[in-house]
């Protein structure tokens, strides 16, 4: 999901040195994870309200503003620092939408006609998604991914987001560990516990990352 690594050292070193269209290639290239990322953690509600895409621009614009006190002192991988910030933004819309107005955004109901499908496809669960099913399978498979859903949606804040950013944003435990401030190990018993609980709670199996 996030853009190679060594192409992204080579662009932060050229960052470095002042180039100016590396640094554009350099935020150009992760605008796309971060809208992932985005929109995988965006209640649907707030999404009828607010783009991921605005939420995207301003953590690039952000970026940009604090780009040389990131290369000076590097404290993280680039991905990593890029998707703090667009948590921190995902937070604050949150909070900003649901807290600080005096109405419920549940109660809002999408436009008629409205088109919620590219969100819909980066909702976790989409995985199971095959579009060559007949009508009965579809459904069942649709039953499926709501479990999926709603036993995600259970899980404590933390075990949900080592889920999502190992089998969705495709980080490494060692990522997750550094994104999460823990230690490589609890990393891992998160990941499996979380797993575990997930399974218990669909009362079906989930994939698993070859070589645990």
């Known amino acids: 999901m996030w853009p190679d690594s060594a192409q992204t050292a080579e662009l932060l070193a050229r960052a470095r040195d002042g180039d100016a269209a590396a640094v554009e290639r350099l935020l150009a290239g992760h605008r796309e994870a971060l809208r992932r990322m985005v929109q995988l953690r965006m209640d649907p509600a707030l999404a009828r309200r607010v783009d991921s895409s605005?939420?995207?621009?301003?953590?690039?614009?952000?970026?940009?503003?604090?780009?040389?006190?990131?290369?000076?002192?590097?404290a993280m991988p680039f991905a990593l620092w890029l998707r703090s910030m667009a948590r921190d933004r995902l937070i604050d819309a949150h909070r900003r939408h649901r807290e600080a107005a005096r109405r419920s955004l549940d109660r809002e109901q999408p436009l008629a006609g409205g088109d919620d499908?590219?969100?819909?496809a980066l909702q976790?669960?989409?995985?199971?998604?095959?579009?060559?099913?007949?009508?009965?399978?579809?459904?069942?498979?649709a039953e499926a991914a709501r479990r999926f859903q709603e036993a995600l949606a259970q899980l404590d804040e933390t075990d949900r987001e080592v889920l999502l950013m190992r089998h969705f944003e495709q980080l490494s435990n060692q990522e997750v560990a550094t994104a999460l401030g823990l230690s490589e190990a609890a990393a891992s018993m998160r990941h499996l516990r979380a797993i575990k609980r997930l399974r218990?709670?669909?009362?079906q199996a989930v994939p698993e990352e070859a070589g645990e």
């Open 54 to 74: 605005d939420v995207v621009q301003e953590v690039l614009i952000e970026a940009n503003r604090r780009l040389t006190d990131y290369l000076a002192r590097p």
């Open 117 to 120: 499908s590219s969100t819909a």
């Open 124 to 141: 976790p669960g989409a995985w199971l998604a095959d579009r060559e099913l007949t009508p009965a399978a579809a459904a069942l498979q």
């Open 200 to 203: 218990a709670s669909i009362g």
